[in-house]
């Protein structure tokens, strides 16, 4: 029997996420590194670019994107394991995580990895190492795809693994100042981080996950930021145990095959019942409005100015132009009184699309009852907040889609 294979690694924040899918689903696959020969010789060109994590069908087919790889195996597992709740107010709360988890705990995450080198490089930098260059060739596709110095072939194997982990950890500090970590705004960071991991840990001590006896989208996502970083490296793991036990167990759970709930009793696997929200996953929903609504306003108002600004772009056309550069440009918000500058990516509108047609498919009392909760959290807007075109996925790759009325606010 051919299994899938995840090209992946373990210090890599959205491998996390594709990873923790298939071990909770217990879908058996096989796990490759980038250094892997097949990545560089059949993965990138197809693909079009160096990224992770990339699925490889038991047929062949190569899916990028996390948000993909969980469409197709959703679709594989009984309905009753789906990671989608049928549809209702859990399956928008649900889309709301996988929001905020792929895309919100990017500054804590890069922030707690690249700012505390004594504690976090020696693990990290062999971690990258042993995963980008492999003693097994196919390391010229290594050379080629980072561009860098030294004959591989030949070059001492520690030596070149530092050299490999060295480039790639350049392109990630370069990332996480781009991304708004400044002497300014870390101390504020931390603040943040530590209120989410109080909240968590508050909604964890009613169930094993955010919506009940089984993961959803929600959980797949935030377990990114929280297994590859927060979790795996030096400084933030310290972090975690001592603030927050709770979410720590979720983690080990998230990568765990078993329910692993032990701690609770016996749980069933299903979600809440009635379809209802408890409190704590709605204080949750307010750290998410706190945390993240002028984030994916000053995105969705800088891509709509550079929509306005570019009218020659058609849907169909590479956003950015290119499939590798992943950002529109620089933009400045204020983010909890701070002043902050941050690259924007569009990648972000799928998400945020994704939970305005599942609210959309709702019967209008489940709407009514989401926009309360929406509204509680001050992030009502979410369900209407759009730029004049949307972004959509082809090839692997993020396009620009159909024109419509933009919904900014005012
Ligand atoms: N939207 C993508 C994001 C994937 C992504 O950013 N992956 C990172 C590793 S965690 C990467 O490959 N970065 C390489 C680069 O940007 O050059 C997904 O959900 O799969």
Excluded: C
Excluded at 99 to 120: C, I, K, Q, T, V
Excluded at 237 to 252: G, N, Q
Excluded at 390 to 401: A, C, K, L, T
């Amino acid at each position: 029997m051919t299994l899938p294979v995840l090209y992946a690694m373990r210090s890599s924040l959205y491998s996390a996420k594709a990873r923790s899918y298939l071990v909770k689903q217990r879908i058996d696959y096989i796990e490759r590194p980038p250094g892997d020969p097949r990545y560089g010789e059949q993965v990138v060109p197809e693909i079009g670019r160096w990224i992770l994590p990339v699925l490889q069908t038991d047929d062949g087919r190569l899916i990028q994107d996390t948000a993909d790889i969980f469409d197709y195996l959703d679709q594989l597992v009984p309905i009753e394991r789906s990671a989608n709740p049928p549809l209702g107010v859990q399956r928008v709360v649900s889309d709301l995580f996988a929001l905020f988890g792929s895309e919100g705990l990017m500054r804590p995450a890069l922030h707690f990895r690249w700012n505390f080198d004594d504690l976090n490089m020696p693990f990290v930098a062999e971690d990258f190492g042993r995963g980008l260059f492999l003693p097994i060739g196919g390391n010229e596709d290594v050379k080629s795809t980072f561009n860098f110095g030294p004959d591989l072939a030949t070059a001492n194997q520690a030596e070149a693994r530092a050299e490999v982990s060295n480039f790639a950890a350049q392109r990630m500090r370069k990332l996480t100042v781009e991304l708004g970590v400044t002497p300014e705004t870390i101390p504020e960071i931390e603040r943040s981080y530590s209120e989410f991991l109080a909240l968590f840990a508050a909604h964890l001590e009613t169930a094993p996950y955010l919506l009940g006896g089984r993961p959803t989208l929600g959980d797949f996502s935030l377990i990114g930021p929280l297994y590859a970083h927060l979790a795996r490296d030096a400084a933030p793991a310290m972090i975690m145990r001592r603030e927050a036990w709770p979410v720590w167990r979720w983690v080990e759970r998230m990568n765990s095959p078993i329910a692993d709930t032990g701690e609770y009793g016996d749980v069933p696997d299903e979600l809440f019942a009635d379809d209802s929200i408890p409190a704590t996953l709605r204080a949750l929903l307010e750290y998410v409005g706190a945390e993240f609504a002028d984030d994916l306003i000053a995105h969705v108002q800088f891509i709509d100015q550079w929509l306005a600004d570019n009218d020659e772009v058609e849907a169909g056309d590479v956003v950015g132009g290119k499939a590798t550069r992943r950002s529109l440009g620089k933009t400045q918000w204020t983010w909890r009184g701070i002043p902050m500058e941050t690259h924007v990516i569009p990648y972000r509108l799928l998400h945020l699309q994704r939970l305005q047609a599942d609210f959309a498919a709702l019967d209008s009392a489940d709407q009514a009852e989401v926009r309360e909760i929406f509204a509680e959290a001050g992030i009502e807007f979410f369900l209407e907040l759009r730029a004049r075109r949307r972004v959509e996925r082809d090839n692997n790759r993020e396009v620009w889609g159909a024109a419509q009325d933009p919904v900014l606010p005012v």
